[in-house]
């Protein structure tokens, strides 16, 4: 099978190229410099996690690579704000547009509309990347340990922090435990294969137990179930990233809010 991060990352790199033509590194790292002088401040994702009782990430999320289209028509003006007003710790919002239908744009028309952190969610190859998500908006981003060698994660990490960005880093299997030590705010477990996007929630129990105590632990992917946040959260999970369980109806606020009245039950 076709394994699709590996194009995915192929592509992003091309795609980083062409962005700094457009907009030069030297402009964009400037302008960040000058948001942050001016005091413009961001918002910690670990805490608001650790904070919330039920911890839902509530992703923005238009497209998959592998099943299309999942809401064309979704707004960032409408529906991170229904997901605050549902009850969600934080938002994460889809940036990347080849694959996943997304920009950085939804970023910057979601924040002022919102309080909750921001997560960017992409594949981050690049420290450019981190420029543009504090430039957007964002607080806080994904690293994923599939695309990156530990030194890479270890040092888009320490900008990220220089940025004030704080980092969740995504996990998919066994073998790249050895990133969970890097001095990330978070940790997420994917529970979906990004090789050939097959799901399976108990990659979040298999991994649970080898996961530092000290991070806040988040699993991601193919949950749609209240009763499997309850057995998540006794496994040590304390947020929970949903999103086409919220997008594919035809109001993911209200959908966000009816999930989490049964999580109060």
Same mark, same amino acid.
């Given at each position: 099978?076709?394994d699709?991060?590996?194009?995915?990352?192929?592509?992003?790199?091309?795609?980083?190229?062409?962005?700094?033509e457009?907009m030069p590194?030297r402009?964009?790292?400037?302008?960040?410099?000058?948001?942050?002088?001016?005091g413009i401040?961001?918002?910690s994702?670990?805490?608001s996690?650790?904070?919330?009782?039920?911890g839902?990430?509530?992703?923005?999320k238009?497209?998959s690579?592998?099943?299309?289209?999942?809401?064309?028509?979704g707004?960032p003006?409408?529906i991170?704000?229904?997901y605050?007003?549902?009850?969600a710790?934080a938002?994460s919002?889809?940036?990347?547009e080849?694959y996943?239908?997304?920009?950085?744009?939804?970023?910057?028309?979601?924040?002022?509309?919102?309080?909750?952190?921001?997560?960017r969610?992409?594949?981050?190859?690049?420290?450019?990347q981190?420029?543009?998500?504090?430039?957007a908006?964002?607080d806080?981003v994904?690293?994923?340990?599939?695309?990156?060698?530990?030194?890479?994660?270890g040092?888009?990490?320490?900008?990220?922090?220089?940025?004030r &960005?704080?980092?969740l880093?995504? &996990?998919?299997?066994?073998?790249e435990?050895?990133?969970?030590d890097?001095?990330?705010?978070?940790?997420g477990?994917?529970?979906?294969?990004?090789?050939t996007?097959?799901?399976?929630?108990g990659n979040?129990?298999?991994?649970?137990?080898?996961?530092?105590?000290d991070?806040?632990l988040?699993s991601e992917?193919?949950?749609?179930?209240?009763?499997?946040?309850?057995?998540?959260?006794?496994?040590?999970?304390?947020?929970?990233?949903?999103?086409?369980t919220?997008?594919?109806?035809?109001?993911?606020?209200?959908t966000l809010?009816?999930f989490?009245?049964?999580?109060?039950?």
């Open positions: 099978m076709k699709i991060l590996e194009e995915i990352v192929a592509h992003k790199h091309t795609e980083v190229a062409e962005q700094k457009q590194p402009r964009l790292y400037a302008e960040v410099e000058g948001m942050m002088a001016e401040e961001t918002r994702l670990s805490r996690l650790a904070g919330n009782p039920y839902i990430i509530a992703e923005f238009r497209k690579p592998s099943k299309g289209w999942i809401k064309e028509e707004k003006e409408v991170p704000p229904a605050e007003k549902a009850g710790a938002l919002i889809l940036t990347d080849a996943f239908g997304g920009c950085l744009d939804f970023i910057r028309k979601a924040r002022p509309l919102v309080s909750l952190p921001i997560l969610k992409d594949f981050i190859v690049d420290e450019y981190l420029f543009q998500a504090r430039h908006g964002a806080a994904l690293l994923i340990a599939a695309d990156l060698t530990r030194q890479q994660a040092s888009l990490t320490a900008i990220a922090h220089e940025l &960005l704080e980092v880093l995504e &996990l998919h299997a066994e073998h435990l050895d990133y969970a890097l001095p990330v705010d978070a940790i477990v994917n529970n979906r294969n990004l090789g996007f097959v799901t399976d929630v979040s129990f298999r991994l649970s137990a080898r996961l530092p105590e991070k806040v988040v992917s193919g949950i749609s179930n209240p009763d499997t946040i309850r057995l998540l959260r006794q496994a040590g999970y304390r947020g929970f990233l949903i999103g086409e919220f997008m594919r109806t035809d109001d993911p606020g209200q809010s009816d989490i009245a049964k999580l109060s039950c």
